[in-house]
């Protein structure tokens, strides 16, 4: 089983800051890919940015120059800094992890989702 804990969510003014973080604990043999993903009203499920174990990140294109993704895997926590918030970046924020059981299985797990609200 893995769970996971997202935190820093909130109501920040467009031009704000906001930065989310997202532990993973459990047992698993390890995690392969940590993400972000959003949902606003209304509207479909988002990739918003992800960190694979080798370092290498992708972001979309409507987030890129304004968030970053980082992740810290001796702790299993994923970050995402996002500056520049604009009102259209309001969302509930869920975090992602894919990984490989004990089991040798894969998995692949969703936090509760954090909100984000920008707004004046």
């Known amino acids: 089983q893995v769970q996971l804990v997202e935190s820093g969510g909130g109501l920040v003014q467009p031009g704000g800051s906001l930065r989310l973080s997202c532990a993973a604990s459990?047992?698993?043999?390890?995690?392969?890919?940590m993400g972000w993903y959003r949902q606003a009203p209304g509207k479909e499920r988002e990739l918003v940015a992800t960190?694979?174990?080798?370092?290498?990140?992708t972001y979309a294109d409507s987030v890129k120059g304004r968030f970053t993704i980082s992740r810290d895997s001796a702790k299993n926590t994923v970050y995402l800094q996002m500056n520049s918030l604009a009102p259209e970046d309001t969302a509930i924020y869920y975090c992602?992890?894919?990984?490989?059981?004990?089991?040798?299985?894969?998995?692949?797990?969703w936090g509760r989702g954090t909100q984000v609200t920008v707004s004046s």
């Open positions: 992602n992890v894919r990984g490989v059981s004990y089991a040798g299985g894969a998995f692949d797990n």
């Open positions: 459990g047992s698993f043999f390890a995690i392969k890919i």
């Open positions: 960190a694979s174990r080798s370092g290498s990140t």
